[in-house]
């Protein structure tokens, strides 16, 4: 077996297997309100269906028969098997046009996600009402740690420095982040735009 190449989060994955409860807190301290976001826009916004899909991907998460082997991100196996159960639910419900633009797009995302290239930010989005649900979708599909470095700098306003100091990083760092934050960014947003027909060029 090749070795983990997130052993942070197989070790925090284990520490929930073996019923440690800060290892609870961290999970919920670092991926709740960002596996949320992610069920919430895939459920059509419906608060109700997005909390029963985080409680059974949670429980999943602490089901020692389903192996999670550090080779990807915790995050990413989190929002795999959230996937799975709003598919299993939908079955049963209509869904509602972004939340069907934002399955059919998972794999395209996964792989934008998994080789980012050099692309500007299109800041302007970020002030166009129109395309707000679009850049909310966005959001939630980016890795936590991408998402609150676009929320720092471009919602609260901090600056670089200031992420830095508050994240315990070097400003170079908090800079490196933050460019592959908006590049993330910039590919799904254009991505999600241009299937749903909403994007001027």
């Not at 985080?54 to 996937?83: H, M, N, Y």
């Not at 679009?134 to 980016?142: H, I, K, Q, R, Y």
């Not at 760092?173 to 991505?191: D, K, P």
Request: aromatic share 6%; charged share 30%.
């Amino acid at each position: 077996m090749s070795s983990p190449t997130h052993p942070a989060d197989l070790a925090l994955r284990q520490g929930l297997l073996s019923g440690d409860q800060d290892a609870a807190l961290e999970l919920e301290r670092r991926y709740l309100d960002s596996l949320y976001e992610f069920v919430l826009y895939r459920a059509g916004h419906n608060r109700g269906l997005a909390e029963e899909v985080v409680q059974e991907t949670l429980l999943v998460a602490c089901d020692p028969a389903v192996r999670f082997d550090g080779r990807s991100r915790l995050f990413t196996w989190l929002c795999g098997i959230a996937k799975n159960k709003l598919r299993a639910q939908r079955a049963r419900r209509r869904p509602v046009r972004l939340a069907e633009l934002l399955d059919e797009a998972d794999p395209e995302i996964d792989a934008i996600l998994s080789r980012i290239e050099r692309e500007p930010l299109p800041e302007e989005v970020l002030e166009r009402r129109e395309t707000a649900e679009l850049v909310g979708a966005t959001l939630s599909s980016l890795p936590p740690e991408y998402r609150a470095a676009l929320i720092d700098k471009y919602v609260e306003g901090k600056s670089v420095p200031e992420m830095a100091r508050l994240g315990g990083r070097h400003i170079k760092a908090a800079e490196s982040q933050l460019h592959r934050a908006r590049q993330a960014f910039a590919r799904v947003f254009t991505l999600l735009a241009r299937k749903r027909g909403g994007m001027e060029a």
